[in-house]
């Protein structure tokens, strides 16, 4: 079945097509958990800075435990083969080490 001059076949008409462009568009597993845990350690320093949040001291605490328990949650989903470097950062708890040497920065 031909098509009406110019419209526009979607991904699903061309089955090998489509399965390229989903591959493009999704990311390497390691980078995409990278990626969340740059984010987590992100919130956590944000979290530090606010002001406003330590005014409320259980409520702050309590952010403070979450977003750790979510980086702890994250490095135990890392692959054994990250860095050496950024694993030992995570071990000991050098957040703002790990996350500058995630961001490119030097350490």
Not at 79 to 84: G, K, L, T, W
Not at 88 to 93: F, I, P, Q, T
């Amino acid at each position: 079945m031909q098509s009406p001059i110019g419209s526009k076949r979607s991904a699903s008409c061309w089955p090998r097509l489509g399965a390229k462009l989903e591959k493009k568009q999704q990311k390497h597993p390691m980078e995409s958990a990278l990626a969340d845990l740059a984010q987590a350690l992100r919130e956590r320093v944000a979290l530090i800075r606010d002001e406003e949040s330590r005014r409320d001291h259980a409520k702050h605490i309590g952010r403070l435990r979450a977003v750790s328990e979510k980086i702890d949650r994250l490095q135990e989903s890392l692959p054994p083969s990250i860095d050496p470097r950024l694993k030992h950062y995570l071990d000991r708890k050098s957040y703002d080490k790990a996350l500058e040497y995630l961001e490119g920065t030097s350490v």
